[in-house]
């Protein structure tokens, strides 16, 4: 199965800035990848897909950039606000089927005001 | 009303109970799952299911058991509860799109 690494140290950044958060996975390289949201005590929300063949994909104030060279996709939050503190998972396809989906452990954000 | 529905939402039983949790979604998707959540462990797949008859064992399915009722409606049991089963278990359901809906989640503690 995939295997996913995310920065478990939370990040500390100040409101206004922009926030980057790395997705690293070391096998296969997957045909997707998305990013969820987790607030405390509540269910992941789905924030972004993006899949192989696409560089770079936005929504809002969120980019989210795939590199399957360097097996990375990076999150960005621009203009942080404080209601945008909460935890940030990505989450790949399985090799066996594209249906199911390893997450990662999570980064913390925390936008000081 | 919820897309995705759990009950109940918190649950304290004793070791060597049997407990369900249950799932219930209004999206009318084919695809439902049951995920645990450990800190500082992510989310973990117990059981899944992409059709009615379908059902499938993800990576933690021992100990546990699942039901699917209807397109609707998943449930998971505990067929004897252990105290490391304490945890927040996660209901989804998905699409063709892959994009995952969750529910609110159940938090259970095993004692």
């Known amino acids: 199965s995939q295997k996913i690494e995310q920065n478990s140290e939370a990040l500390n950044i100040q409101e206004g800035k922009t926030a980057t958060l790395t997705c690293n996975y070391t096998n296969y390289s997957p045909a997707y990848l998305q990013w969820y949201r987790q607030d405390p005590g509540r269910g992941p929300v789905f924030l972004l897909l993006?899949?192989?063949?696409?560089k770079e994909k936005r929504k809002e104030r969120l980019k989210v950039t795939f590199d399957t060279t360097l097996k990375q996709s990076l999150f960005h939050i621009t203009a942080s606000q404080p209601a945008d503190s909460a935890t940030y998972l990505c989450?790949?396809?399985?090799?066996?089927?594209?249906?199911?989906?390893?997450f990662g452990t999570g980064t913390k954000l925390q936008v000081i005001p | 009303d919820a897309d995705v529905t759990q009950t109940p939402r918190n649950r304290i039983t004793k070791t060597g109970k049997r407990i369900m949790l249950e799932c219930s979604q209004t999206?009318?998707?084919?695809?439902m799952y049951w995920y645990r959540q450990d800190p500082g462990l992510g989310l973990q797949l117990i059981y899944y299911s992409f059709d009615v008859k379908d059902i499938n064992k993800g990576e933690i399915s021992d100990g546990y058991s699942v039901s699917r009722q209807a397109q609707a409606k998943f449930s998971l049991s505990l067929e004897s509860a252990i105290p490391n089963q304490t945890a927040l278990y996660f209901c989804?359901?998905?699409?063709?799109?892959?994009?995952?809906?969750f529910g609110p989640g159940t938090r259970l503690t095993v004692l």
């Open positions: 999206k009318g998707h084919d695809r």
């Open positions: 993006i899949r192989e063949n696409e």
């Open positions: 989804a359901t998905s699409d063709s799109s892959s994009e995952q809906y």
């Open positions: 989450a790949l396809p399985n090799s066996g089927g594209y249906q199911k989906v390893t």
